[in-house]
């Protein structure tokens, strides 16, 4: 799993893991080295803020199987299976309309509402998975299709190892300028969740070096704009927050599959070193046992040192991307958040 890096937590239970009820160490204690890395052992409790759901939830421990790690092929194939039974749950809670298509030459998946009310208004959504793996093209999609009574356009961008950085970028891209051609970019919001956030900050640079106009708003929901450096949160957190093996990040760039050979400091695949000034409003999301609070949350900082309307919501106690998990109270609160900000976006 370590090596899928960004893909969405719920991923987590389709990959090689399984319950652990074992009572952990009960005390507390910390050394911290001559070099500042602190070795802790502390007790934290489950916050008293979450919903009895949350609650329930957060009572499930996770540990690896031994033996041999899954393949990508057994990766894809076990995220795929998730995806489509998760996308199913939120459809009946979200009921909306699904259609496979091609845009700009890229294929999508095309999410639509069951009564239209806005026509002239496009979600496009670039979603998670590590950039290797499709986890949220539909469950990503769905909620606002459905909230916002507006058509949602989900990239199914070419993937790494096999293609790495530009190809995303370019996918995404592709079909925004083909959007263009229907679509106001005033009308146009573009938005991902974990690798999709990432993704979604990246493809605003990118348009902004190619002088296209920047759409209405974006949505970077649990992500990082830097992948040369591991965040502080990535030290202490697992895709499932405290639960599971908690491995230590390394000194190498961040989902190495999807930078290959590039500078991991392009300005482009790292948008904290490119120049945000003029960057449209964004939504930045997180949770306080989230691995990429870290690099939300620093991003978020970099696009108000550029003077760029970016507002942030930490969501307490929650892992990686939880909003996944239709039937969390927090969930549906989360939805309400993207929904409101993406409509304030498109209806100036």
């Given at each position: 799993m370590k090596r899928l890096g960004f893909a969405l937590m719920l991923v987590v239970s389709v990959v090689g893991v399984k319950a652990q009820t074992d009572a952990g160490p009960q005390r507390n204690s910390s050394v911290v080295d001559a070099d500042g890395t602190a070795h802790v052992m502390r007790v934290v409790p489950i916050?008293?803020?979450?919903?009895?759901?949350?609650?329930?939830?957060?009572?499930?421990?996770?540990?690896?199987?031994?033996?041999?790690?899954?393949?990508?092929?057994?990766?894809?194939?076990?995220?795929?299976?998730?995806?489509?039974?998760?996308?199913?749950?939120?459809?009946?809670?979200?009921?909306?309309?699904?259609?496979?298509?091609?845009?700009?030459?890229v294929p999508v998946k095309d999410v639509t509402p069951l009564v239209m009310e806005h026509k002239d208004w496009v979600l496009m959504c670039v979603h998670g998975g590590g950039f290797q793996v499709d986890s949220g093209s539909l469950t990503e999609s769905i909620p606002m299709a459905n909230l916002l009574k507006a058509r949602v356009v989900s990239v199914l961008y070419r993937m790494a190892p096999e293609h790495p950085y530009p190809a995303a970028v370019d996918d995404a891209v592709a079909v925004y300028k083909e959007l263009l051609k229907t679509y106001k970019p005033r009308h146009i919001v573009v938005y991902g969740t974990s690798a999709g956030a990432m993704l979604t900050a990246e493809v605003a640079v990118r348009l902004k070096q190619l002088g296209l106009p920047e759409p209405a708003g974006l949505g970077i929901f649990s992500g990082t704009g830097d992948v040369s450096v591991a965040g502080d949160s990535e030290a202490m957190y697992s895709l499932r927050g405290l639960s599971g093996e908690l491995e230590m990040p390394t000194d190498k760039p961040q989902v190495g599959g999807y930078v290959g050979t590039h500078d991991p400091k392009d300005p482009v695949l790292s948008p904290v070193y490119s120049d945000l000034h003029g960057m449209p409003p964004a939504l930045f999301i997180t949770s306080t046992r989230d691995l990429l609070l870290s690099g939300t949350t620093i991003l978020h900082r970099a696009y108000l040192k550029a003077g760029v309307d970016a507002r942030l919501v930490v969501f307490e106690g929650l892992p990686h991307t939880f909003w996944n998990d239709v039937s969390l109270p927090e969930t549906i609160e989360t939805y309400g958040y993207m929904a409101q900000f993406f409509r304030e976006q498109l209806g100036k």
């Open positions: 916050p008293g803020t979450l919903s009895d759901q949350a609650k329930a939830s957060m009572r499930h421990a996770y540990v690896h199987h031994p033996g041999p790690p899954s393949t990508l092929a057994q990766d894809r194939a076990g995220v795929d299976k998730w995806q489509a039974g998760a996308a199913e749950a939120s459809r009946k809670m979200f009921p909306v309309n699904l259609a496979d298509g091609v845009v700009g030459g």
